[in-house]
């Protein structure tokens, strides 16, 4: 094997779809000593336990950190069960509440649970901060504060606007970067993964490193998705996400509702599809001779396919093209229970149906003439529906259920 | 016994000289319920073992302890043998460097064999706040840093200051605050004393103790005495200053060389005598009937009785009577050797005899008149003085000594 070449194919395999790297340089040049001492890099992504349900969002570092795994890297996902308790501030406006440890050891096995479908959990060690960090004293603490000034800290965005605003900023939170960054000294980090925002975290660990008189990691940051909505981020609070646990066709439909623009970002950091091959699909689709659909059909089956397997995704490809490209009702279709008799339209949508989360869009739909029942439209907005066993209800072109009573 | 009277009593005594109380109507509460309980209130002074001759603008606060002692409270001096670790930034424009800790017991030694001269060690109970915060742990560290906010911590004036012209902040220094007032919690303390510009770590006891659920202590701060120069803050590295365990002499002349103004501060907070007496003997200098000389030969004598004792005070008093008043030269003067056979009058001043700092300020004395060989003026600045055992030099009123060989 020819080292160089092989640097060079690891490099960009790991590139791909990556925002910032610091420093590519130092990347190349870790993953040539790897190679010629036979020793994997040690690979370090860091979550808190705070949250439960993974979306493919949450996947696009994972994801990263599979690329590594399968090249041969060593992967520490390191849970952070101590600084769960402190709540890491990055992109909120007011400090954060502590979680209590039995939460946290509820979202560690949900997190578990789910990295299965991404990682290869043989080959994934799991480790938890609490472990050194429990043991720290008022003066290891001390020495870690030494080596920071407050001007370094209120430099990051979040604080600076806080503190701008008048907001309060506690003083516990300035150590959440620095105790992510003492994680890096202690599991002896080659390359940390982490998202944009992250990014004033992950240099802390190079600091670190650099002062304990040992190689600064490779800080690698991941784009964050945009939600379905094109417009905010993924997340489960704004109802704009694909879970990674979500059967396959509401995987499917729900990758159907994204725009054109925003399928492109998706392929790149949300599936394996060559690069070189989702290029030949977008200068398709530039020139007129690929239906931008088709490539939206193509990158549904593809992340079915991720969180599934290929038989799914072909299957949900299926089942999508009989319902809404053919129209064709012999299918399986989302099914939804009522008990009512009679429901408003708009309260049908938005309330029963969980179609929109605010009324106006709902409003904009039946008068656009996209609510049918039935395969007959709605237009007005104060129909009152008379609910029936068996009745379909499509809202636009993509949204489809079938009532039960 | 009527508490009442009493706690007006101690209130009274213990005002006296102090700038800012906060607050005296909680001091009154204290000293009432102490009374009626029959239990003497914890009374703190912290002091970092940086330093290590005592003067007697160091001896301000201590002296105020040892009213407290007097009056049966129970005084806890306590040493920050972990907090001198990082070096209390208060009025400093740059971080302090941490002590080693060879340094720190050797100061610690030093400073107690001075205690002494000022409190009665027999009840003074000396504790070392490195005895809990060396068991402090991570987790108790952030839970101390949770009742604070950047916004507190940067309103404190010398950070504000150092922030704003760009100067380095450390981070670890945001600490000596918060544990100055964990120490207050950790020994219970009722009443902490400090000097004025301690006033902002003081206050963060009263927080960590109102958090705790424990009535907050009393913050006592005393004025910081300004030096025999009336200008700069009394200081060992301005030479402006009366060490505690100074000559007789020495202590006394330099009492005589202090301004008239400055010494109705020096008998308020530097002395016992009741300032009653002191009001007496201010209006005295006031209608003319007392001289102002006399006022401070007494000052001289009262400060040379509290660090040595009565006769020992009236020895100085009678000495500087004869060398100075009755210019009588059988008396013991301080005797300066000097190899030399001739030296230049202003080096003579400056370098040999240390009566000044500076050659303007000698230069100015010659030309003046008020150097005096065997008493005969030498108003030539270039005049090279003969060195002679037995000799006598005066610079102005107040110094004198006899050369030898």
Redesign the interface.
């Known amino acids: 094997m020819d080292i160089n070449v092989e640097v060079q194919r690891q490099l960009n395999i790991l590139k791909r779809g990556v925002e910032e790297l610091i420093s590519e340089k130092e990347l190349e040049k870790k993953l040539k000593k790897s190679l010629e001492t036979n020793t994997p890099l040690i690979v370090k992504l860091g979550i808190d336990p705070t949250g439960s349900d993974l979306h493919i969002g949450h996947a696009v570092p994972l994801r990263k950190l599979k690329q590594f795994q399968d090249l041969g890297h060593r992967v520490k996902f390191l849970i952070g069960t ?1 600084t769960a ?2 709540g890491d501030p990055t992109g909120k406006s007011e400090t954060r509440p502590m979680l209590s440890s039995e939460d946290i050891t509820k979202n560690i096995q949900t997190y578990l649970d789910q990295l299965k479908l991404i990682l290869d959990m043989e080959k994934t060690e799991v480790v938890y901060n609490g472990d050194w ?10 020495k870690l ?2 080596q ?4 370094q ?2 430099q990051r965005d979040d ?1 600076s606007k806080r ?1 701008a605003a ?1 907001k ?5 939170e ?2 959440y970067p ?2 992510q960054g003492y994680d890096s000294v202690a599991i002896d980090a080659d390359v940390e993964l982490g998202a944009t925002e992250q990014t004033f975290n992950l240099l802390r660990g190079r600091d670190l490193q650099r002062n304990a008189g040992t190689e600064p990691q490779v800080c690698m940051m991941m784009p964050i998705l945009e939600g379905l909505d094109g417009v905010e981020k993924m997340s489960k609070s704004l109802n704009n996400y694909i879970g990674i646990t979500e059967a396959p066709n509401d995987m499917f439909g729900k990758v159907m509702s994204i725009s054109d623009d925003l399928m492109w970002n998706y392929y790149e950091v949300a599936t394996d599809v060559p690069m070189e091959e989702v290029g030949r699909l977008k200068a398709g689709v530039a020139d007129g001779s690929i239906h931008p659909m088709d490539c939206k059909k193509r990158l549904g089956a593809e992340i079915v396919t991720i969180y599934h397997n290929e038989e799914e995704g072909r299957k949900a490809y299926d089942w999508f093209e009989n319902v809404f490209s053919k129209r064709n009702m012999d299918v399986d279709l989302p099914e939804v229970k009522i008990d009512e008799d009679e429901v408003g339209a708009i309260d049908l949508l938005v309330k029963k149906l969980n179609f929109f989360k605010g009324t106006s869009d709902a409003r904009r739909l039946i008068t656009q003439g996209g609510f049918k029942v039935n395969d007959v439209a709605v237009k007005d907005v104060k129909a009152m529906i008379k609910i029936e066993a068996g009745m379909i209800v499509r809202a636009g072109k993509k949204k489809i259920v079938k009532i039960t009573k």
């Open positions: 101590f308790r402190i960090l429990e043991k720290l004293k008022l003066e290891d603490v001390l504060l030494s920071f000034t407050v001007a800290m209120i604080f503190l008048g309060p900023v506690s003083l516990v300035f150590m620095i105790l």
